[in-house]
C-alpha cells in the first residue's frame, strides 16, 4: 500500500490550500482516511478524519475552517483548508486504516504547509 500526498506549499494568512492523497496498492477497502500534521518541535497530531460512510471527525483547531472529504472510487482523500493561519505551518500527513475495522494502517510521505502571517 503506497499514499501518494500533494497540494502542499506557501500561501499568505487567510489564505486557502487543498490537499490530496492517493493511495494504491492492494486495498480491498478503507476504513477510515485521515490527515495528521506535525509543526517542528511538536508531535503529531490529529487534524481529520473520515470513514467509509462518511463521518467526520476534526481537531478542535481546525473545526470551521478545515473540511475532510474522499472519493472512495478513487481512494483518495482531500483535506480543503480555508482561513489558514499561521499556527497552521506544519508538515501534513495522510492516513489510512484498512482491514476489517481498519486494523492495519499506513501513512504518506507528508506535504509541508507553510502559512506566512
Known amino acids: 500500500v503506497q499514499l501518494q500526498a500533494s497540494g502542499g506549499g506557501l500561501v499568505q494568512a487567510g489564505g486557502s490550500l487543498r490537499l490530496s492523497c492517493v493511495a494504491s496498492?492492494?486495498?480491498?477497502?478503507?476504513?477510515?482516511m485521515g490527515w495528521y500534521r506535525q509543526a517542528p518541535g511538536k508531535q503529531r497530531e490529529l487534524v481529520a478524519t473520515?470513514?467509509?460512510?462518511?463521518?467526520?471527525n476534526y481537531a478542535d483547531s481546525v473545526k470551521g475552517r478545515f473540511t475532510i472529504s474522499r472519493d472512495n472510487a478513487k481512494n483518495t482523500v482531500y483535506l480543503q483548508m480555508n482561513s489558514l493561519k499561521a499556527e497552521d505551518t506544519a508538515v501534513y500527513y495522510c492516513?489510512?486504516?484498512?482491514?476489517?475495522?481498519?486494523?492495519?494502517?499506513?501513512w504518506g510521505q507528508g506535504t509541508l504547509v507553510t502559512v506566512s502571517s
Open positions: 492516513h489510512i486504516r484498512v482491514g476489517v475495522l481498519g486494523a492495519y494502517g499506513y
Open positions: 496498492g492492494s486495498i480491498a477497502s478503507i476504513y477510515v
Open positions: 473520515i470513514t467509509s460512510s462518511g463521518s467526520t
